[in-house]
């Protein structure tokens, strides 16, 4: 409960530096272009982007021994999708669907590891993804870039010396625990049968958010040709990995804001154009709002379907 209220405070304090420093005119002008050819190119990406997403969390619970239809997986996604966008943090949808598969498969240790390990999973193609698209076209971060891929080979070769220090076997619980991820690692990541799967959907995921940040843009008025606008959108969609938001706004459109002005474009733009696509992946989550709505209404219809045979038996109990 404390680091929830920190990361909703921490969101808007950095909507109110944002304000104070550029108003709050892009906000409303960046929501005011929206048009409806833009929304209905949002849905179409954000329906792609939920199925792969709903694919690569079926792969990776396979590999776990927990069995997930994807039709499932899709219903659960988008609403996660939803809650995302919709309550602070940005992860509470992933917690809900993760809890929820567990306890539907009998098993909340594995159902939370899938949702984990699929995140993680996408988090890293994501990253890999992002290095070389910023290596490849001119961006404020590229001067830096060896620096960070230095820092990145150096945290994957000190987490691979930890799993062959640490034993495998024991009683300890970091022996436990390394076994357990060198266990997962194994059946889902490094799996034969899951491993192209988890690319394939994990980058054209990543494609789609670009797509849709791009699709901003254009919609925020950006004329810059696209080659200037992909790293800016770019680290844009990269701070939307820090918890610090309030309903996805807060970090994306600072970073936007800094991105947009170190290029020669203005501040406020990166504020709009993070504004738009902050509505555009609202709209695009709108399916989850039904599967929440379609799973209230299923309760109170199977509650009263159970009523009459209890209350049969207790007036044959009454009258016996």
């Given at each position: ?20 420093q ?33 694919w690569?969390w ?54 939370v ?36 891929v ?8 000190v ?162």
């Amino acid at each position: 409960m404390f680091w929830s209220w920190v990361r909703a405070l921490g969101g808007i304090g950095l909507l109110g530096v944002l304000v104070w420093q550029v108003g709050s005119g892009p906000f409303l002008d960046g929501l005011a272009l929206i048009d409806g050819p833009a929304l209905a190119l949002a849905l179409a990406i954000g329906a792609v982007t939920t199925v792969c997403g709903a694919w690569r969390w079926t792969l990776v619970a396979d590999g776990l021994g927990v069995r997930l239809p994807l039709r499932t997986a899709v219903a659960h996604c988008y609403r996660a999708v939803f809650l995302n966008a919709t309550l602070p943090g940005g992860v509470l949808g992933d917690v809900h669907r993760a809890v929820r598969h567990g306890r539907d498969a009998g098993d909340v240790g594995r159902g939370v590891r899938a949702v984990v390990w699929e995140r993680t999973a996408g988090q890293v193609v994501q990253v890999v993804l992002a290095v070389v698209l910023l290596a490849a076209f001119p961006s404020p971060v590229r001067p830096y870039l060896p620096v960070v891929v230095g820092l990145l080979v150096a945290g994957a070769l000190v987490v691979a010396l930890a799993a062959r220090v640490v034993p495998r076997a024991g009683r300890s619980r970091w022996a436990r625990a390394v076994g357990a991820v060198a266990g997962d690692l194994r059946a889902v990541l490094l799996a034969r049968r899951t491993r192209l799967g988890v690319l394939l959907s994990s980058a054209v995921m990543v494609a789609g958010h670009l797509g849709t940040f791009l699709l901003a843009a254009r919609t925020a008025g950006a004329t810059a040709p696209l080659s200037r606008l992909l790293p800016l959108t770019l680290l844009a969609l990269l701070a939307m990995g820090l918890p610090l938001n309030v309903a996805g706004f807060g970090p994306r459109e600072g970073v936007a804001a800094w991105a947009f002005g170190a290029a020669g474009l203005t501040a406020a733009q990166g504020v709009a154009t993070a504004t738009v696509y902050g509505a555009l992946v609202l709209v695009a989550s709108l399916p989850g709002a039904a599967v929440l709505l379609h799973r209230r209404m299923r309760k109170p219809l199977a509650l009263g379907r159970r009523i009459p045979p209890l209350l049969g038996r207790r007036e044959a109990a009454q009258r016996g």
